[in-house]
């Protein structure tokens, strides 16, 4: 069964470094999601893309993070300084298209920043 | 500002108890709500609704959507062990992104 990827699954770093993210969506998605679940929380959309665009990126916080999805296929979500308050899982999730369809979430990466 | 309001926030069950759980939302032009049962891992999708009163069946769960009340109820009958995780809420609108809830912890105990 097709599935989303991601990697690392865990990433500890010290605050101030830079850290990446990577997602693979399942194949022929073309709407792709990077959320944030702080613990105890709902995951918060961070990012959207449509293919190679950008859809929405009104919660990315612009001064530290980046996400790119270059060839509309896997995409990065980069934090460069991480601090403290960036410690949560990221999720990535794929629709074959955005609105009603279902998205499918991938493992996630769990980021601690000490 | 779209917004997802769950409850109860958790519950603890015995094993066999049949429970509900609540999603009540504000949605900009509403086009989905979506449950996702989420253990110590990422959210699983579990039904999607779209229309008012059709209820969406797999196995021991079912599911229901109010538009004109702005709710939907996620019942669980005969619950097991396994069911114990956190239950999400979420819709999408205009924006077509997810809106989620903070999802309800469920605990089902021997």
């Known amino acids: 069964e097709a599935e989303v990827a991601q990697s690392p699954r865990y990433k500890i770093t010290e605050k101030s470094q830079a850290v990446a993210f990577w997602c693979d969506p399942i194949s022929g998605h073309a709407t792709l999601y990077w959320y944030r679940q702080i613990l105890g929380q709902g995951p918060e959309l961070l990012v959207q893309?449509?293919?190679?665009?950008?859809?929405?990126d009104s919660q990315l916080p612009k001064d530290r993070f980046s996400a790119e999805r270059l060839k509309g296929v896997d995409s990065t979500l980069k934090i460069q300084p991480a601090e403290l308050g960036d410690s949560a899982m990221y999720l990535c999730?794929?629709?074959?298209?955005?609105?009603?369809?279902?998205?499918?979430f991938g493992p996630g990466t769990r980021l601690t920043v000490l | 500002e779209d917004k997802v309001v769950q409850s109860p926030l958790s519950l603890v069950v015995h094993e066999g108890d049949t429970v509900t759980l609540n999603c009540s939302y504000e949605?900009?032009?509403?086009?989905?709500l979506l449950w996702y049962k989420q253990e110590k891992k990422a959210p699983t999708f579990l039904f999607m609704l779209?229309?008012?009163?059709i209820e969406k069946k797999s196995g021991r769960l079912s599911s229901i959507l109010d538009k004109k009340e702005l709710f939907s109820i996620l019942n669980i009958t005969a619950t097991q062990t396994g069911d114990s995780a956190v239950y999400l809420c979420?819709?999408?609108?205009?924006?077509?992104?997810?809106?989620f809830g903070t999802g309800t912890r469920l605990q089902v105990t021997l």
């Open positions: 999730a794929s629709s074959l298209a955005p609105g009603t369809n279902e998205q499918f």
């Open positions: 949605v900009t032009n509403f086009r989905s």
């Open positions: 979420a819709v999408t609108g205009t924006a077509s992104k997810l809106t």
């Open positions: 779209t229309s008012s009163g």
């Open positions: 893309f449509q293919d190679e665009s950008v859809v929405d």
